[in-house]
């Protein structure tokens, strides 16, 4: 059973750009999170999508958004890119409540 | 709001000693609690759960313990190893209807030194 696969694994942005990244869960599983992780900050919630509908936000501007399209395939875009959202995103796919939740190898966001 | 507060954010023992890592969380509902284990420059992998129906969870070297009515939670490992050396999360999520939302705590680097 093929992992969560993220991409791209690498990215370098100016400020003022977007960005778009990509997640394809576990197969089977119809629920897929985001998180940002920076050092000293651990993991923070971004949002969650199960069956294409946002069910949960964290804390974080308008310029973070995401979808979830029909194959359970997620993205999550970031426009007007700020020097702060250089970090590590991690995606991360569950077949529902209260079971383990499988991370992507996440994709590393330089905004420069 | 959501919040999980984890002590300490580092933590260095000899190798073969215990260790212990604790998380306090504010959501009376939650109801699951898994912990995460992330070594350098991968993705982070679960090593044990816990629900609230159950006090104490343990899987060879490693145990969990959850207080319900403190709201509080701690990951013990014995025996520590060389490989044990990573950063450990927390987590407290309260899953219905196959939605779910993680609050992880901001993580505790364990050091084991040889």
């Known amino acids: 059973k093929a992992g969560v696969t993220q991409t791209p694994r690498y990215l370098i942005k100016t400020r003022g750009q977007q960005v778009t990244l990509s997640c394809s869960p576990i197969?089977?599983?119809?629920?897929v999170s985001w998180y940002q992780q920076t050092p000293g900050q651990g993991l923070q919630f971004l949002f969650e999508?199960?069956?294409?509908?946002?069910?949960n936000k964290g804390n974080f501007p308008g310029r973070f958004s995401g979808r979830q399209f029909s194959n359970s395939r997620s993205e999550m875009n970031v426009s007007t890119l700020e020097l702060g959202d250089s970090a590590l995103y991690l995606c991360?796919?569950?077949?529902?409540?209260?079971?383990?939740?499988?991370f992507g190898q996440g994709t590393r966001l330089t905004v420069v | 709001g959501e919040n999980v507060e984890q002590h300490p954010s580092t933590l260095s023992v000899q190798e073969g000693d215990s260790a212990v890592i604790k998380c306090t969380y504010s959501?009376?509902?939650?109801?699951?609690f898994p912990w995460y284990k992330q070594e350098l420059g991968k993705r982070p992998q679960l090593i044990i759960d816990?629900?609230?129906?159950?006090g104490e969870k343990k899987d060879q070297r490693i145990a969990v313990t959850l207080n319900k009515t403190a709201k509080h939670f701690s990951l013990h490992i014995t025996e520590t190893q060389p490989e044990d050396s990573a950063v450990y999360f927390c987590?407290?999520?309260?899953?219905?209807?196959?939605?779910?939302?993680?609050?992880f705590g901001t993580g505790t680097r364990l050091k084991v030194l040889a």
């Open positions: 991360a796919s569950s077949s529902g409540g209260g079971t383990e939740a499988f």
């Open positions: 197969s089977g599983h119809r629920s």
């Open positions: 999508y199960f069956s294409e509908t946002q069910r």
């Open positions: 959501d009376s509902a939650s109801n699951y």
């Open positions: 816990i629900r609230s129906n159950v």
């Open positions: 987590a407290a999520s309260k899953g219905t209807s196959g939605t779910y939302k993680y609050i």
